[in-house]
């Protein structure tokens, strides 16, 4: 395109209308359970998530190629009390297509939650996230993350839901709603089977069509062992606009 004579902005337009469905992609894909870290106890969690078969085109200039590419993140948290937990992602991390390993950002974050969410028969939480992003993961420098967390428990069973709000703090009209869910059946105490939903619906003021929403299902296994548990999911995307098939696996220690 020939921008010698308009200038910058023809170009700019027609990146951002080619690219204004499309969404970057994520270093976690976990619901939250409200559980919290023994107090005194610190515990590192590994996510990865890795895109077989997903979009080839960025979700912005400048972004990462979501097919192929692996993303993820080192969680590190501390629990304070029996009700509040601190932790950060350092790094935030991805594997490009190419085999470039790239930082992410950094994220700090304070989960409050009913203590002993775990033995309750309905318990509920508030995480908050503070992100600071490099430019080929996100558009925006900030970001923050409101994650309420609201579940019940009958017998073997778990409901879980956590409706997420996202933010680039650029006004409350422009929070992206992006809520999770969570429905396990508890074989024992150290194993699980789970299907897992993750949505993204768009901004509050005016949600996405359906073609250009985010919706995946996973399916998800969770094994509680004495020194790492596991967990390990596979994802296939219900929408034009969700990557086709994604493998997540996380990994967490107590110290």
């Known amino acids: 395109?020939?921008?010698?004579?308009?200038?910058?902005?023809?170009?700019?337009?027609?990146?951002?209308?080619?690219f204004q469905p499309l969404r970057a992609?994520?270093?976690?894909?976990?619901?939250?359970t409200g559980d919290v870290e023994t107090p005194g106890k610190f515990n590192l969690t590994v996510h990865a998530n890795y895109t077989p078969d997903g979009r080839t085109v960025v979700g912005f200039p400048g972004g990462v190629v979501p097919q192929g590419s692996l993303n993820g993140a080192f969680e590190w948290a501390y629990?304070?009390?029996?009700?509040?937990?601190?932790?950060?992602?350092?790094?935030?991390?991805t594997l490009t297509r190419h085999r470039i390993l790239e930082l992410d950002g950094v994220k700090l974050r304070a989960l409050f939650a009913v203590p002993h969410a775990e033995a309750r028969s309905f318990f509920y939480g508030l995480n908050f996230e503070l992100s600071?992003?490099?430019?080929?993961?996100?558009?925006?420098?900030?970001?923050?993350?409101?994650r309420p967390i609201v579940g019940t428990r009958g017998g073997p069973w778990d409901l879980i839901v956590n409706p997420i709000l996202d933010t680039s703090f650029d006004g409350f009209s422009r929070l992206d709603f992006a809520p999770s869910l969570r429905l396990a059946y508890n074989r024992s105490a150290a194993f699980a089977l789970a299907v897992e939903h993750y949505a993204d619906f768009g901004q509050l003021s005016h949600f996405d069509s359906r073609k250009n929403q985010e919706h995946n299902l996973f399916a998800v296994t969770d094994y509680a062992g004495k020194?790492?548990?596991?967990?390990?999911?596979?994802?296939?995307?219900?929408?034009?606009?969700s990557d086709k098939l994604v493998l997540k696996t996380i990994l967490s220690h107590t110290f």
């Open 79 to 93: 629990g304070v009390t029996n009700w509040f937990e601190a932790g950060t992602y350092l790094p935030v991390y």
């Open 227 to 241: 020194l790492i548990d596991v967990e390990a999911g596979i994802g296939f995307g219900l929408t034009n606009a």
């Open 1 to 18: 395109m020939d921008t010698g004579r308009w200038g910058w902005w023809p170009t700019t337009l027609v990146w951002l209308l080619a």
């Open 25 to 32: 992609q994520t270093d976690e894909i976990q619901v939250y």
């Open 132 to 146: 600071f992003n490099s430019r080929h993961w996100d558009q925006s420098r900030y970001g923050g993350e409101i």
